[in-house]
């Protein structure tokens, strides 16, 4: 059975549900679950289908929550409130975590496409050029501000020999990422704690290096985590950043470009798009010196965004199986909203993509000088 074959299975099995008896509507359920969970390639990266849950939520928890996080936008005075930011950011990763590492990886971040390579390759290379780019060298110890569930950490680590100190606000992803270390036995060099990149629980000048990918985009304030950074860094060392931000595309008149921004900040728990020069600004106000400063999205680079485009049938395909195990009870209620809440946005990010308006992976390079300027 096909992908096709098998959505117009699944879609023809749920309308006709009511007609069915029991025990032919579990004979059919039985093989929908097999070609779609069992045999679906979605299952070759490590999560399966029928694991989808809400992160550290209980499965009562799931609907609610994500009832309260659409609140936040539906609101738009309740996002501003940046006291608000941290438990919305967290909620958000409980209920996508599971969602993003069965349907995208355990890299949860774009990279630009690589004709040839494949989209793990790509993702790879996109952070093995972190590495690059610190220069990192076996020994020396490395902060990653916004670790997720730590694909980009096993990466880096595996590439340079470094030593990586991840840290996510969310206490699941802490515990998947844990996990994955254990998995490809390198947790003697990857350390994943939970808590606040605003607020980290270490002593000044203590990394040889600091990197974020695509993570500071949450901060309620860039400069306070840039600020945060820039303290847990040795002097003379280097931080490098892949930003979420505004183009020079982009024009707050133009109503289509609102909405595209906005839905992208709905659907991915951002307090506020930046734009291409505020990131610059923050940086240097908090005492960087900045080396490099260029969107990696440009050409020569291929568009970042049709991986989104591509993976539309598998949307469908992965929509039907989380429709069909919420119904049977396996997932919690709340998921299947969730999932289509993410499908919307990937509709908005392919948008921003095609304007031009918006890059996931502008690259920043900043080093904190010798003799810090804020001492």
């Known amino acids: 059975m096909d992908a096709m074959e098998a959505v117009a299975a699944s879609s023809g099995w749920i309308m006709s549900w009511g007609l069915l008896g029991t025990a032919a509507a579990g004979g059919i359920a039985a093989a929908v679950y097999w070609a779609m ?40 005075k309740q996002i501003e409130k940046l006291d608000n930011v941290p438990k919305l950011v967290d909620t958000f ?28 390759d ?53 515990a998947r990422a844990r996990n994955h270390n254990k998995k490809a036995r390198l947790d003697h060099l990857c350390e994943v704690i939970c808590g606040n990149f605003l607020q980290m629980p270490f002593a000044d000048n203590f990394f040889d290096g600091a990197y974020s990918i695509e993570a500071t985009c949450h901060a309620p304030q860039l400069r306070e985590v840039y600020a945060e950074i820039y303290r847990v860094l040795k002097p003379g060392q280097l931080y490098v950043t892949y930003e979420w931000v505004t183009t020079p595309k982009y024009s707050a008149d133009n109503p289509e470009h609102v909405e595209i921004i906005h839905g992208i900040e709905h659907g991915d728990a951002l307090p506020g798009m930046r734009s291409f020069t505020q990131i610059v600004e923050i ?34 395909r992965n929509h039907v199986v989380i429709a ?12 299947v909203e969730v999932h289509e809440m993410l499908f ?9 993509g095609e304007t031009g308006i918006f890059t996931p992976m502008h690259l920043l390079v900043c080093r904190k000088p010798a003799v810090s300027q804020r001492e």
């Open 37 to 76: 969970c069992i045999a679906g390639s979605a299952e070759r990266r490590g999560k399966r289908a029928v694991e989808l849950g809400g992160g550290s939520l209980s499965r009562e928890e799931v609907a609610g929550n994500y009832k309260e996080y659409a609140a936040f936008f539906e609101k738009p």
């Open 93 to 120: 990763y409980n209920l996508v975590t599971d969602i993003y590492e069965w349907g995208w990886g355990q890299s949860f971040h774009f990279s630009p496409a690589v004709p040839g390579k494949s989209h793990r």
């Open 122 to 174: 790509q993702t790879r290379l996109h952070e093995e050029r972190v590495a690059d780019l610190l220069k990192l060298k076996p020994g020396q110890k490395v902060l990653d501000a916004g670790c997720g569930v730590g694909g980009p950490m096993r990466a880096i680590t595996a590439h340079s020999g470094a030593n990586v100190v991840g840290i996510t606000i969310n206490d699941y992803q802490v």
């Open 283 to 316: 940086a240097k106000e908090v005492g960087f010196d900045v080396l490099e400063n260029r969107d990696l999205a440009l050409p020569p680079a291929h568009p970042w965004w049709k991986r989104l485009k591509m993976g539309r049938l598998a949307y469908y």
């Open 324 to 335: 069909l195990l919420s119904f049977l009870g396996i997932a919690p209620q709340g998921v």
């Open 344 to 352: 919307k946005t990937a509709l908005y990010l392919t948008r921003g």
